[in-house]
C-alpha cells in the first residue's frame, strides 16, 4: 500500500556491492528497498500542482491578448464597415470610411469607399435626369398625360388639366 518498490535493477546494485565486500547473495535470497510512495511522488504532485497553476495562468494571459487584439485589429474595422452599410442603407451615400492600413480588411474598406463613391455619383446623375424630366413635363406647352392600363390618368401636366378645363393637374 505506501510502500514503493524498486524493482531488480535496485536488486543486482544491492548485490552488486555486496559482492565486492565479500558477502554473496544468492537469487533465493531477495533483496528489496521500500521507500514511502508519498516521499517518492511528493516532488513530482508539487511540481506538477506548479506546472498546472502556470499553464492556467498563461492560457488566460493568452486568451486576454487575444481578445485585446481581436478587438484591436479585426472588430473594430468590422463595427466601422458596419455602421457604413448601414448608413448607406440609409441613403447616406456620402459616408465614408476613410480606411488607411494594409490588409483585406483596409482593402474591403477601401473598395466600400469607391462603391458609395459611385452610387453616390449614380444617385445624383439620376435625381437631376428626373429633376429635369420632371421640368419638361410641368413647363411643357404641349397636354402630356400618363394613364393607367385601363385607361384612366395617373398624371397629367399643367397643360393637359387647362386643356380639359381643370385649373390644376
Known amino acids: 500500500g505506501n510502500l514503493f518498490l524498486l524493482g531488480s535493477i535496485a536488486n543486482l546494485i544491492v548485490a552488486e556491492q555486496a559482492a565486492r565486500l565479500g558477502v554473496f547473495l544468492t537469487w533465493r535470497r531477495?533483496?528489496?528497498v521500500g521507500l514511502p510512495a508519498s516521499a517518492v511522488f511528493a516532488g513530482a504532485k508539487a511540481e506538477l500542482a506548479r506546472n498546472l497553476l502556470l499553464l492556467g495562468a498563461m492560457a488566460?494571459?493568452?486568451?486576454l491578448l487575444t481578445w485585446v487584439f481581436s478587438n484591436a485589429l479585426v472588430l473594430r474595422h468590422v463595427q466601422r464597415l458596419w455602421?457604413?452599410?448601414r448608413k448607406l442603407a440609409e441613403g447616406?451615400?456620402?459616408h465614408r470610411i476613410g480606411s488607411t492600413g494594409s490588409g483585406e480588411l483596409a482593402e474591403l474598406s477601401m473598395a466600400f469607399d469607391?462603391?458609395?463613391?459611385?452610387?453616390?455619383e449614380?444617385?445624383?446623375l439620376l435625381l437631376r435626369a428626373e429633376q429635369k424630366y420632371r421640368e419638361i413635363f410641368d413647363n411643357s406647352v404641349s397636354g402630356l398625360f400618363q394613364s393607367t392600363p385601363e385607361g384612366g390618368f395617373r398624371?397629367?401636366?399643367?397643360?393637359?388639366?387647362?386643356m380639359l378645363g381643370f385649373a390644376t393637374p
Not at 114 to 120: D, K
Open 30 to 32: 531477495h533483496l528489496r
Open 114 to 120: 469607391t462603391m458609395a463613391g459611385a452610387l453616390e
Open 155 to 162: 398624371q397629367a401636366n399643367p397643360a393637359m388639366a387647362s
Open 92 to 94: 447616406d451615400f456620402s
Open 83 to 85: 455602421q457604413a452599410t
Open 122 to 124: 449614380h444617385t445624383t
Open 60 to 63: 488566460c494571459v493568452a486568451l
